[in-house]
């Protein structure tokens, strides 16, 4: 089946920094990515959708000064938590969507984030 | 815009028992309903999906049902197992890059 790898898988940082997290669709090209932020036992809230070689569209209240996203190629998206403060602590997740009809997207696994 | 909303949030059930999740979805052009598990702080995973031009489908102990008419699709588990604890997601698309997800169920399976 498809692969979509996420990196890091966890990552510490002090307040006030950026942390850049990577989206890699491994065995297939993504037409669309997607950024999620999931909270402890919370739905998947959707951040921002991006498509290759286009600016991301980002959800009502989603700061997209504060989440850069990136969709430089068909395999590969970035989100960047710029300034970082603890209130940004989550798991972010990114899904590939392949783009051809009925298909489902599929999920990296996640990065766990925490600002001190 | 699409709007999905998913039932029970918790489901509690004996081993052995069968358990059934709804969802409902507001958007007629909605055709592919996906299903994911997913495992603490794990990725979500898809078990099961339908696409609008079928009422009904099953993988060994695990069934989806859509009503399109009520704008309805429920996941059915049967036989259920302790390793079926987890938290499901219903979702609904419309093969425009678009998902919309329920809020989940996290389901219970007592040994």
């Known amino acids: 089946g498809a692969v979509v790898s996420q990196h890091p898988s966890r990552v510490i940082c002090k307040s006030g920094t950026s942390v850049k997290i990577e989206c890699r669709s491994l065995d297939f090209q993504a037409t669309t990515m997607f950024w999620y932020r999931q909270f402890p036992k919370k739905s998947l809230m959707l951040m921002a959708t991006?498509?290759?070689?286009?600016?991301?569209?980002?959800e009502q209240g989603v700061e997209k000064d504060k989440f850069l996203i990136n969709h430089a190629s068909l395999t590969l998206s970035t989100l960047t938590v710029t300034s970082a403060h603890p209130e940004d602590s989550s798991f972010y997740i990114c899904s590939a969507w392949p783009g051809q009809g009925w298909e489902t997207q599929y999920f990296g696994p996640g990065t766990r984030l925490l600002v001190l | 815009g699409e709007n999905v909303e998913q039932h029970p949030s918790t489901l509690s059930v004996q081993e052995g028992d069968s358990a059934v999740i709804k969802c409902t979805y507001s958007?007629?052009?909605?055709?592919?309903f996906p299903w994911y598990k997913q495992e603490l702080g794990k990725r979500p995973q898809l078990i099961i999906d339908?696409?609008?031009?079928?009422g009904e489908k099953k993988d060994q102990r695990i069934a989806v049902t859509l009503n399109k008419t009520a704008k309805h699709f429920s996941l059915h588990i049967t036989e259920t197992q302790p390793e079926d604890s987890a938290v499901y997601f219903c979702?609904?698309?419309?093969?425009?890059?678009?998902?919309?997800f329920g809020t989940g169920t996290s389901l219970t399976v007592i040994p």
């Open positions: 979702a609904a698309s419309n093969t425009g890059n678009q998902f919309y």
């Open positions: 958007d007629s052009a909605s055709n592919y």
């Open positions: 339908i696409r609008s031009n079928v």
């Open positions: 991006s498509n290759e070689g286009s600016k991301a569209t980002y």
